[in-house]
T-cell receptor, first 112, second 109 residues
Framework: DTAVSQTPKYLVTQMGNDKSIKCEQN?????MYWYKQDSKKFLKIMFS???????INETVPNRFSPKSPDKAHLNLHINSLELGDSAVYFC???????????FGDGTRLSIL | QKEVEQNSGPLSVPEGAIASLNCTYS??????FFWYRQYSGKSPELIMF????GDKEDGRFTAQLNKASQYVSLLIRDSQPSDSATYLC?????????FGSGTKLNVKP
């Protein structure tokens, strides 16, 4: 069974659309994260939730909105997509905030 | 100054040699240090973590930490072609998570 699973794996859409990416972890971890990895391979944290509470909200456009219905799920909704949003988005989880993180396979978002 | 500095490489080593990957970080409050391996088109996977100054060994991998110098390294002994990947250094300070852009390692058969 996949430990951290993201859907969809690929997302191709047009500028201006709204899209969501879902993430689920079955590791029993209490902390989940969203990262963006751009074409230069920089992995940058966007959000982190601990037991459904937002604990990290980096400088990210407010078009990005995370939602955590429970501690095993962290979804990312993006409004009014822009060309610069094209990237790979990784979900991750850990047991505690300073512990090793387990990453999902990533969602490759391409904006046309 | 970047939060995490890594030589982007590529670092090329012959099979069987020792690969040495280095990382410096700027946040002196960093408490936990992680090394992730990322194959092209794949997600990062944890290789090693270290919390205290000194060395930590796990199989062919050794992580070294020097907090005074703000330096962390990863040694890979008996390098294999399957070790060819990008290695990301990731210091963490409670709610601050930093990732380097990685060093690309090529192990030549």
């Amino acid at each position: 069974d996949t430990a951290v699973s993201q859907t969809p794996k690929y997302l191709v859409t047009q500028m201006g659309n709204d899209k969501s990416i879902k993430c689920e972890q079955n590791l029993g971890h209490d902390t989940m994260y969203w990262y963006k990895q751009d074409s230069k391979k920089f992995l940058k944290i966007m959000f982190s939730y601990n037991n459904k509470e937002l604990i990290i909200n980096e400088t990210v456009p407010n078009r990005f909105s995370p939602k955590s219905p429970d501690k095993a799920h962290l979804n990312l909704h993006i409004n009014s997509l822009e060309l610069g949003d094209s990237a790979v988005y990784f979900c991750a989880s850990s047991q505690g905030q300073n512990q090793p993180q387990h990453f999902g396979d990533g969602t490759r978002l391409s904006i046309l | 100054q970047k939060e995490v500095e890594q030589n982007s490489g590529p670092l090329s080593v012959p099979e069987g040699a020792i690969a040495s990957l280095n990382c410096t970080y700027s946040d002196r409050g960093s408490q936990s240090f992680f090394w992730y391996r990322q194959y092209s088109g794949k997600s990062p996977e944890l290789i090693m973590f270290i919390y205290s100054n000194g060395d930590k060994e796990d199989g062919r991998f050794t992580a070294q930490l020097n907090k005074a110098s703000q330096y962390v390294s990863l040694l890979i002994r008996d390098s294999q072609p399957s070790d060819s990947a990008t290695y990301l250094c990731a210091p963490h300070n409670f709610n601050k998570f930093y990732f380097g852009s990685g060093t690309k390692l090529n192990v030549k058969p």
